[in-house]
């Protein structure tokens, strides 16, 4: 596609449910980004991908948050036994390169609302 | 560690004024620095991105300046337009970790009709 496509735009789900988000990124985009911004705060690093693999998964905020990658294309963040504080808008981001120099671009966001 | 500041935290001006927007990092050793967008309830749109080896970038009203050294970067708008009115962020991109963007917490612009 054009640009970074997530799914659900809105999700509303009650305490203790798994939910899953998806992130399809630019095509041809190496590198994934997992963001988590809180309302009325700043973007909070998740996760990176870079092809399928992780290196860094240091931002997740616990264990029952994990995120895939397959075929080097979409991800998937998944959150388990859901919280109130899990509440936020997740967003997802690409770039071109692997390395440092890539100009990052940013989907619409998922916004998870925990009941 | 890094750490990403814009001041001011929000800004409110008439149509038609020039105005700079301020972003500060305490770490120079970045490998560049990117200017974002955001519309309420929406995603970031990149504006710019300036290279560590650069000293600023354009792009049509907007013009983005990076000073390595000092830790500081500034976006300036000009003849500012209704439509302008947004969440503006800064981030970079460390040299130690160069896959994770460092954001600031943004500035909120509304531009008055």
């Known amino acids: 596609g054009a640009g970074v496509s997530q799914s659900p735009s809105n999700k509303v789900t009650e305490k203790g449910k798994d939910v899953e988000l998806r992130c399809d990124p630019i095509?041809?985009?190496?590198?994934l980004y997992w963001y988590r911004q809180r309302l009325g705060q700043g973007l909070e690093f998740l996760i990176y991908?870079?092809?399928?693999?992780?290196?860094?998964k240091s931002g997740l905020p616990s264990d029952r948050f994990s995120a895939e990658r397959t075929g080097e294309s979409v991800s998937t963040l998944t959150i388990q036994r859901t919280q109130q504080e899990d509440s936020a808008v997740y967003l997802c981001?690409?770039?071109?390169?692997?390395?440092?120099?890539?100009?990052?671009?940013f989907g619409e966001g998922s916004r998870l609302t925990v009941l | 560690k890094q750490e990403v500041t814009q001041i001011p935290a929000a800004l409110s001006v008439p149509e038609g004024e020039n105005l700079v927007l301020n972003c500060s990092f305490t770490?120079?050793?970045?490998?560049?620095l990117q200017w974002f967008r955001q519309d309420p309830g929406k995603g970031l749109t990149s504006l710019l991105l300036?290279?560590?080896?650069?000293r600023e970038q354009t792009s049509g009203r907007l013009n983005a300046s990076l000073d390595k050294s000092s830790g500081r970067s500034t976006l300036y708008i000009a003849a500012s337009q209704p439509g302008d009115s947004a969440t503006y962020l800064c981030?970079?991109?460390?040299?130690?970790?160069?896959?994770?963007?460092?954001f600031g917490s943004g500035t909120r612009l509304l531009v008055r009709p």
């Open positions: 981001a690409s770039s071109l390169e692997s390395m440092n120099t890539g100009e990052l671009f």
């Open positions: 095509s041809g985009h190496t590198a």
């Open positions: 991908f870079q092809g399928n693999s992780a290196p860094d």
């Open positions: 770490d120079s050793a970045i490998y560049n």
């Open positions: 300036i290279q560590s080896s650069q």
């Open positions: 981030a970079v991109r460390r040299m130690d970790s160069s896959y994770k963007l460092i």
